[in-house]
């Protein structure tokens, strides 16, 4: 980028942040704060919600990641990494059961309810480190479109575009972020239209399909460890599960089916982004879309810039909101009964927080990627807990079996501790695949343990009577 060039590039960046505070309501109640209800106490609307839930979850990282497998394993990379979007529809599908045949309200309160204070606490652990991990990865992404990972560029861009997202995070909360995801979700949509029509053309769409090898090695393996991690991903992201709780059942769950399937559509599209630089020879580095941007001309540069700001920030200030209702709300619930005294500044106080610290493993250069397949793993015990819970009266010991049996393999994982006799097939995530299959199956059976002892198998049964 030449001076004149950098300069609008970061003034692109002020004017978002100033255009999204100015547009954005301003709430100073609990139900608008936390449950995104508007100043009348309405609940946001189905088409709302749905957008809401479609650009939430594209997370900056995730089309960066997507994009990169695309360059790395060609079409199978991103229909890989699109397969966790089927995730959205089916947390909608639970979450739909959970409130409608068990009454839930929220999965904290639920957990308390069906396995515990003990269980909702490890979940609520969870959660914070998920969120944590959502600050640093999606800041980390628009810093890369400034400057060289590290470099005084990158590190302001991230610092920057941290504080103009918490700016306007912290005037309405969940209100807030709704309302602009709608936003957000229109400037993403147009722009990635902008920047495939301005890529794709340069191949036809055979070349763009074809490419890649439908074999374990050629990224299959991934694939099927996306499948796998569908059943249990989604329940650790509260981005994703707290809008599962704020509007009509019905309505919420055509909202995540239709959120799903664009999700999926949108990053096997953005993905395609990777497939193109894969048959240019660009496919090294670890911001494929980055790398290509800048073959682009001003025009497509910008396009890319948009595309990623947006999206990061509909996910940056969704886990603001979803941090400071699980410190403010949802913690102290498990601590007292009685509502925390002025939530709504405690929760403001947590965004700040996490503002500052979430960009800690960003100035230590960690691996994006990370972000997703490690915590992935970490979490699989909680397929079981929610999809089977119907099948269980109050069980805690059937949560902790599970849910820790899960954290267990993913730290082995991250200690490279796996088995080799693990593996299945010989690519790159060949034991990320056994772990994740095996694991899922050990979970499963632990959580239903504790129903061979006969006071669990008496509860059980008077639950499903």
Known sequence: MNELHGLFFWGFLLLFGAAMYLISPRSSDAAGFFRGHDAQGREPSEWALMMSVFISWIFAKSVTNAANLGAAYGIVGGLAYATYWLSIPLAGVVIYRLRTREGATGLVSFLV??????????????????????????????????????????????????????????????????????????????????????VLPAHSPTQLLREGSFTLAGGVDLLLVALLQVFSYPFHDPV??????????????????????????????????GVHARLEGITSGSNIPADVARGLGFAGFFAMIAVMISSAASTLDSTFSSLSKSVAQELPMLARRAPLPRAVRVGALTMIVFALLGNLPMLAGTDILK?????????????????????????????????????????LQVMQLIPASWAIGDGKYAILLGTNLY???????????????????LRSCGNSA
């Open 113 to 198: 309810g069906k396995y515990g204070r003990g269980a909702a606490l490890a979940f609520s652990l969870a959660i914070l480190v998920r969120l944590f991990n959502e600050v640093w990865s999606n800041t980390a992404v628009v810093g890369g479109y400034y400057g060289e990972s590290g470099s005084a560029a990158f590190i302001g861009a991230a610092l920057l575009f941290t504080a103009v997202v918490l700016f306007y995070s912290l005037k309405g909360g969940l209100r807030s972020s709704i309302f602009t995801d709608v936003i957000q979700a229109v400037v993403f949509l147009l722009f990635l239209g902008v920047v495939v029509a301005v």
């Open 240 to 273: 994703l599960t707290d809008r599962g709780f704020i509007s009509r059942e019905k309505s919420m769950l055509r909202a995540f089916i239709v959120a799903g399937v664009l999700g999926f559509l949108g990053i096997v599209a953005f993905s395609l982004v």
């Open 371 to 411: 972000a997703t397949t490690i915590s992935g793993t970490m979490v699989i015990g909680l397929a079981p807990i929610f999809l089977f819970s119907r099948w269980v009266g109050y069980s805690p010991l059937s949560f902790h079996l599970a849910f820790w049996s899960g954290m267990l393999l993913g730290i």
């Open 439 to 457: 694991g899922l199956a050990l979970c499963s059976a632990v959580f239903f343990l504790p129903l061979l002892l006969p006071s669990h198998r």
